[in-house]
């Protein structure tokens, strides 16, 4: 019986090669480590003086206390990092073929369309999980002060992998769309940007004053108030900062994982953890940008 071999994919491992070999991997890497350094010392000493100023709180309040927050900290400033970081390394990988006038050459090889993508996204996923892995000895710091559970890293772990990949993912769409390196990258941050910030916005621009206009003429019925709390929440989890956040929240007050209940006019709610809704929202976007990507890159664009 034969065995099974897996061929290397050859763009993978052109992209992954000129990276490591520049000097921009180890500058972003360094930097990445001294930033979260500094957040990570300037949140303990701050947490650490506000807790011994506090009378009746005992050493074991302060280590909880201090884990807690230096592990949401190291969290939100690494998702801030990511969105940020992973369409560098997309954003310009096509649309950079096309300006150097390699783009033809590449599509009318024997690669299939996939290899393609998937070489580019690869590279580009590969470093950004070496960033992510290599805060894990400062979160880790938590364990020994307290306060934090191995579930908390996990699902902070995931956020930050989707995370990755869907900004990743809009990099190379808008890459595969667009000739031209500038507005690849003008375009992938923009919508970066609308997703952290833009979508929580809008739709409470759009449910504020519907809910004011329910309230208005009458109470809410308990069917409008439920339909309300789905779509709050729904777009509460298109947001990454505001997932971790409740989803810290429904941990600490509920003590749930993966569902919970709500109470509500004698119902039970049934809900499901935040983090769960993200990530599964951040993966079928993400192969569907994947997808366009692909289409695009089929044939050379004329």
């Known amino acids: 019986m034969r065995s099974i071999k897996l061929k290397p994919n050859p763009v993978m491992l052109k992209e992954l090669r000129g990276q490591m070999r520049g000097w ?15 957040v990570t010392g300037g949140l303990y000493l701050s947490v650490y003086a506000a807790s011994t100023a506090t009378a009746g709180m005992g050493g074991g309040m302060i280590g909880a206390t201090a884990g807690r927050t230096l592990f949401g900290g190291i969290v939100l400033l690494e998702l801030l990092l990511v969105c940020f970081i992973a369409p560098a390394f997309t954003a310009g990988s096509i649309a950079g073929e096309r300006e150097r006038l390699t783009y033809d050459l590449l599509v009318t090889t024997l690669l299939r369309p996939r290899s393609i993508v998937g070489g580019k996204l690869g590279s580009a996923l590969a470093y950004v999980v070496l960033l992510i892995l290599a805060a894990l000895p400062l979160q880790s710091l ?67 004053p519907i809910a004011s206009l329910l309230g208005s003429y009458s109470a809410p019925s308990w069917l409008v108030q439920v339909l309300m709390i789905y779509g709050l929440g729904f777009l509460a ?14 941990l600490l007050e509920e003590g749930a994982v993966l569902f919970f209940t709500v109470p509500l006019a ?29 289409r695009l890159v089929r044939a050379p664009r004329r």
Do not use: K
Not at 182 to 197: D, E, G, N, P, Q
Not at 237 to 250: H, S
């Open 237 to 250: 989890c298109t947001n990454p900062f505001i997932t971790a956040v409740l989803t810290e929240v429904v």
């Open 142 to 208: 938590a364990f020994i002060l307290g306060g934090v559970t191995p579930t908390e890293v996990f699902i902070a772990l995931a956020g930050l992998l989707v995370t990755a990949l869907i900004s990743a993912s809009i990099g190379l769409f808008f890459s595969s769309l667009m000739r031209s390196t500038i507005l690849s990258t003008v375009l992938t941050y923009a919508a970066v940007l609308f997703m952290t910030v833009g979508i929580p916005f809008v739709g409470l621009m759009v449910l504020t």
């Open 266 to 294: 004698g119902h039970n709610i049934p809900l499901v953890s935040p983090w769960i809704v993200y990530v599964l929202l951040c993966l079928l976007v993400s192969l569907v940008l994947i997808a366009l990507s692909m």
């Open 24 to 38: 921009r991997a180890f500058v972003v890497l360094t930097i990445y480590l001294i930033l979260l350094s500094c």
